[in-house]
């Protein structure tokens, strides 16, 4: 009798077993094969959000140019130098560009970046003995005169002028209650300028006010965006009319059009400590392809030169 009983749990256990065998094959094979009832949609977003990025990548990947011939640049005086495409964002040459330089007067394009986002274009500024500054380039500012914000940024973008870019500083100073120093910085931290430092408006020399090419490419794509094509004019001269009648005009600093007009440029600076240096670009089909020259003995032609490497080793 125990034999029997024995036999007959033996024989119970293996036909559950069996069940059970057959039951989970079932449903591991349901769910091999994607026959769930039940899936989540938030995951199947998850995916085909995936994907969608993976194409645009893909995409974007077709747009990088590729060198057919060896770059060289030994003969640029720049000591440091980037060449980007603007439309990618893709690295077509550089040197030094992440080695901190003083930068001159592309201080001012933080200065105009600033003012385009924080005070009105046609908000008429009263000059006062603080923004006075003689350094050329200069408008010769009056005392007691009127000027409108506008007028301010395109001397500033047109001509360098020094006491245009510290009328903006002391304006933005009294609007905001924060030093431009810190406006600046705060300015350049959001746009991940984590090797650049602002302690003036202008672009004076200073061990504070420095910045790299690679940094100089965030502000740029920041400014360009911002500003839009009127960035890119090099009119030889601005003149304007303050609301007291006073005319004012400044000659351009830029004069790399004069020597290639399919060329522009969106700021020049020249001090004693940064020599000369200069954001520029040329159009390529649908592409703005933008230099950066820091630490240059001849900007004009060290651009002219860097762009006419780039067009023959990319076959533009």
């Known amino acids: 009798m125990e034999t029997q009983t024995k036999k007959l749990t033996l024989y ?21 094969f994607g026959l769930q009832n039940n899936l989540n949609p938030q995951v199947l977003g998850a995916q085909n959000g995936q994907n969608t990025e993976i194409k645009q990548i893909q995409e974007q990947l077709t747009h990088y140019f590729t060198p057919i011939a060896a770059l060289n640049f030994d003969n640029i005086s720049a000591d440091s130098f980037l060449v980007y495409d603007q439309t990618t964002s893709q690295w077509l040459a550089e040197k030094n560009a992440e080695e901190p330089q003083m930068i001159a007067s592309l201080t001012k394009l933080m200065t ?22 003689k350094t050329n ?31 903006l500083g002391n304006e933005l100073e009294q609007e905001t209650g924060v030093s431009m120093e810190a406006q600046m910085n705060s300015e ?21 006010n420095y910045s790299t090419a690679s940094d100089l490419k965030q502000l740029t794509d920041k400014a360009t965006s911002l500003i839009g094509p009127e960035i890119t004019l090099n009119p030889e001269q601005y003149q304007f009319q ?7 005009r400044i000659r351009a600093t830029n004069k790399l059009n004069k020597k290639d007009n399919r060329s522009y ?8 400590g940064a020599k ?17 020259l820091l630490g240059s003995s001849n900007r004009e032609q060290d651009a002219l030169t860097i762009k006419a490497k780039i067009i023959n080793g990319y076959a533009l």
Do not use: W
């Open 137 to 167: 380039p200069n408008l010769d500012l009056v005392i007691g005169d009127s000027v409108l914000v506008k007028d301010l940024i395109k001397s500033i973008l047109v001509g360098s002028a020094n006491d245009a870019a510290q009328k």
């Open 242 to 248: 303050s609301l007291f009648g006073n005319t004012y």
């Open 188 to 208: 350049a931290y959001k746009l991940s300028m984590l090797d650049s430092y602002f302690d003036n408006p202008m672009g004076f020399d200073s061990k504070n």
């Open 12 to 32: 119970i256990s293996a036909v559950l077993f069996f069940c059970l065998l057959v039951f989970g094959s079932f449903y591991g094979i349901k769910g091999h």
């Open 265 to 272: 440029s969106i700021k020049t600076g020249r001090t004693a």
């Open 112 to 133: 105009v970046l600033l003012a385009k986002q924080y005070l009105d274009p046609e908000k008429s500024l009263v000059v006062t003995q603080k923004d006075i500054v």
């Open 276 to 292: 000369e240096t200069m954001i520029s670009g040329f159009s390529f089909k649908d592409r703005n392809i933008i230099i950066i």
